[in-house]
């Protein structure tokens, strides 16, 4: 499926997703019927690593109106502080 863009006179423009191929040269105005023209852009080709694709995506979802979160997200139960190093010269060192 492809995305196809029409333009109503009215009320500007409309996204149309029809298989490849099958653009009408007009289509029908979702709001007033009439017929809208079709406008002729340059094809969204995307070059970029699906996961880069989709993290763009993200971020550009939640611009306007970021999650708010009540607080930070739980430690899993297998995180342990870091243990005192091995060397013992290191073990004169005051600890905080």
Do not use: K
Not at 72 to 96: D, E, Q, S, V
């Amino acid at each position: 499926m492809t995305i196809y863009q029409y333009r109503c006179a009215e009320h500007g423009i409309a996204d149309v997703r029809a298989p490849i191929g099958t653009a009408a040269p007009t289509w029908p105005c979702p709001r007033c019927t009439t017929d809208m023209r079709r406008v002729f852009t340059a094809p969204m080709l995307g070059r970029a690593p699906r996961a880069l694709v989709t993290a763009i995506d993200r971020a550009e979802a939640t611009a306007g109106a970021p999650d708010v979160v009540a607080s930070p997200p739980a430690r899993p139960a297998h995180h342990r502080p870091a243990a005192a190093p091995p060397n013992p010269a290191l073990r004169r060192l005051p600890r905080p």
